[in-house]
C-alpha cells in the first residue's frame, strides 16, 4: 500500500500529461488510494481490470522485447524466491520465539532435575539415609553427594568444604556427626564412580538452568519491558507463551487475559 519512487518515476514518465482524462488500472486497492493521494491519476480496481491484468500476465513475454517465456518463468521463481525470503527475515514474531522456545525449555528442565535429583536421592540414601533429613533443597543435596562421596571418609578436614556447599556451620557440623553414625549400609567404589558421575550431570543441568533464565530475563527485558515490569519476567514469558505471541497477548481483550492467568500452566 505504498507508493514506492520506482513506481513514481514509472507513472509520471508514462502517463498523459492531462490527468483528469487518463483512468489507472490498479490490481490493488491500496496501491490505488496512494498513487491517487500522491500523482492525483483516477484509479480503478477489480471488475474489468482483473480481467486485464490476468491477460497482460499471461501474454507479458510477448508484450515486452526480447524477453522469452523461459526468462520470464524463471524471473516469476526467482521474484518468489525473494519474496518468500523477506517474509521470513522479517518475521516480527521471531524475537518472542524465543522466549516461548526458552519458557518451554525452561518447564521441562525443572522436571528433569526434580526426577534426577530423586533418582540421586534414592540413590546415595543407601550409603547415607540420614543427609535427606538434614539437606531437603535438590542442587546443595546433589553437590553434597559428589563432595562426600564414601561417608567413612568424612572428617574435621572436610568440615570446610561442607560448610561452603551448604552456607551454615550447624548443617555442616551436623553432616559430619550424622556419617559417623550412620545407618546407611557399604558402598562400593565402582557405584559411588557412578553416584558422583550423575550428580555431576545434574549439577551442571541446574547451572545450565540459571544460566537459561538469566536469558531469558534479558529477552524479556528487550523485548517486552513493560510486561516484565508488571507482573516479572517468567510469569510475562508463560503468558506470551500461552498465547502464542506477544502480538496475540497484546491483542488479547482484558477479560482473556484473566481467563490465562487462571489457568493450571501458568503456575507449572
Same mark, same amino acid.
Given at each position: 500500500?505504498?507508493?514506492?519512487?520506482?513506481?513514481?518515476?514509472? *507513472?509520471?514518465?508514462?502517463?498523459?500529461?492531462?490527468?483528469?482524462?487518463?483512468?489507472?488500472?490498479?490490481a490493488?486497492?491500496?496501491?490505488?488510494?496512494?498513487i491517487?493521494?500522491?500523482?492525483?491519476?483516477q484509479?480503478?480496481?477489480?471488475?474489468?481490470?482483473?480481467?486485464?491484468?490476468?491477460?497482460?500476465? *499471461?501474454?507479458?513475454?510477448?508484450?515486452?522485447?526480447?524477453?522469452?517465456?523461459?526468462s520470464?518463468?524463471?524471473?516469476?521463481?526467482?521474484?518468489?524466491h525473494?519474496?518468500?525470503?523477506?517474509?521470513?527475515?522479517?518475521?516480527v514474531?521471531?524475537?518472542?520465539?524465543?522466549?516461548?522456545?526458552?519458557?518451554?525449555?525452561?518447564?521441562?528442565?525443572?522436571?528433569?532435575?526434580?526426577?534426577?535429583?530423586?533418582?540421586?536421592?534414592?540413590?546415595?540414601?543407601?550409603?547415607?539415609?540420614?543427609?535427606?533429613?538434614?539437606?531437603?533443597?535438590?542442587?546443595?543435596?546433589?553437590?553434597?553427594?559428589?563432595?562426600?562421596?564414601?561417608?567413612?571418609?568424612?572428617?574435621?578436614?572436610?568440615?570446610?568444604?561442607?560448610?561452603?556447599?551448604?552456607?551454615?556451620?550447624?548443617?555442616?557440623?551436623?553432616?559430619?556427626?550424622?556419617?559417623?553414625?550412620?545407618?546407611?549400609?557399604?558402598?562400593?567404589? *565402582?557405584?559411588?564412580?557412578?553416584?558422583?558421575?550423575?550428580?555431576?550431570?545434574?549439577?551442571? *543441568?541446574?547451572?545450565?538452568?540459571?544460566?537459561?533464565?538469566?536469558?531469558?530475563r534479558?529477552?524479556?527485558?528487550?523485548?517486552?519491558?513493560?510486561?516484565?515490569?508488571l507482573?516479572?519476567?517468567?510469569?510475562?514469558?508463560?503468558?506470551?507463551?500461552?498465547?502464542?505471541?506477544?502480538?496475540?497477548?497484546?491483542?488479547?481483550?482484558?477479560?482473556?487475559?484473566?481467563?490465562?492467568?487462571?489457568?493450571?500452566?501458568?503456575f507449572?
Amino acid at each position: 500500500g505504498i507508493l514506492h519512487e520506482d513506481l513514481r518515476l514509472l *507513472l509520471e514518465t508514462s502517463m498523459p500529461a492531462k490527468k483528469k482524462k487518463a483512468l489507472l488500472g490498479v490490481a490493488d486497492a491500496k496501491i490505488g488510494a496512494a498513487i491517487l493521494e500522491e500523482l492525483g491519476y483516477q484509479c480503478q480496481t477489480g471488475g474489468v481490470v482483473a480481467e486485464i491484468l490476468r491477460g497482460v500476465r *499471461l501474454h507479458f513475454h510477448a508484450l515486452v522485447k526480447g524477453l522469452t517465456a523461459q526468462s520470464a518463468s524463471k524471473a516469476q521463481l526467482g521474484l518468489g524466491h525473494s519474496y518468500s525470503r523477506a517474509k521470513v527475515k522479517f518475521n516480527v514474531n521471531r524475537v518472542d520465539n524465543m522466549i516461548i522456545q526458552s519458557i518451554s525449555l525452561l518447564d521441562q528442565l525443572d522436571k528433569d532435575i526434580n526426577t534426577f535429583s530423586m533418582r540421586v536421592r534414592e540413590w546415595y540414601g543407601y550409603h547415607f539415609p540420614e543427609l535427606i533429613k538434614i539437606v531437603s533443597e535438590n542442587y546443595t543435596y546433589c553437590r553434597l553427594a559428589k563432595f562426600i562421596g564414601n561417608r567413612k571418609e568424612l572428617s574435621e578436614e572436610s568440615l570446610e568444604g561442607l560448610e561452603e556447599i551448604v552456607m551454615d556451620g550447624a548443617k555442616a557440623q551436623a553432616i559430619l556427626e550424622a556419617s559417623r553414625s550412620s545407618m546407611g549400609m557399604d558402598i562400593s567404589p *565402582l557405584d559411588l564412580i557412578n553416584i558422583e558421575s550423575f550428580s555431576s550431570r545434574v549439577i551442571s *543441568l541446574s547451572e545450565y538452568r540459571k544460566g537459561l533464565q538469566e536469558y531469558l530475563r534479558s529477552k524479556m527485558s528487550q523485548v517486552a519491558p513493560s510486561l516484565s515490569a508488571l507482573i516479572g519476567e517468567v510469569v510475562g514469558a508463560r503468558l506470551i507463551s500461552h498465547a502464542g505471541s506477544l502480538t496475540n497477548l497484546a491483542k488479547y481483550p482484558a477479560s482473556t487475559v484473566q481467563i490465562l492467568g487462571a489457568e493450571k500452566a501458568l503456575f507449572r
